[in-house]
């Protein structure tokens, strides 16, 4: 049973941009918090941006003043708008959600940026 479904991927120009979104349930919305995740093949996964349930953020170094999390309650969904594209972030991006005790993981959305 898929908990988390994520959208947005595609391929685009460096200094492009894309907006990715992971809809879920309330219940798991109302988690601790979710966060996005990227991985490259041959590399492990990668924390990129976190969002808590009162909307605080966090963002890797290597995204910081590009990419922005945010979260709609009324939709239980939240985004990663990605600005500023660079090559380096191609992967596949997926959603987690944090509730008590337990992690849900995406089924992953390709980013592809060309340069």
């Known amino acids: 049973q898929v908990q988390l479904v994520e959208s947005g991927g595609g391929l685009v120009q460096a200094g492009g941009s894309l907006r990715l979104s992971c809809a879920t349930s309330?219940?798991?919305?109302?988690?601790?918090?979710m966060g996005w995740y990227r991985q490259v093949p041959g590399k492990q996964r990668e924390l990129v941006a976190t969002i808590t349930s009162g909307g605080s953020t966090t963002a890797a170094d290597s995204v910081k003043g590009r990419f922005t999390m945010s979260r709609d309650n009324a939709r239980n969904t939240v985004y990663l708008q990605m600005n500023s594209l660079k090559p380096e972030d191609t992967g596949v991006y997926y959603c987690?959600?944090?509730?008590?005790?337990?992690?849900?993981w995406g089924q992953g959305t390709q980013v592809t940026v060309s340069s």
């Open positions: 987690f959600a944090s509730k008590g005790n337990n992690g849900y």
């Open positions: 309330k219940s798991i919305f109302s988690g601790n918090f």
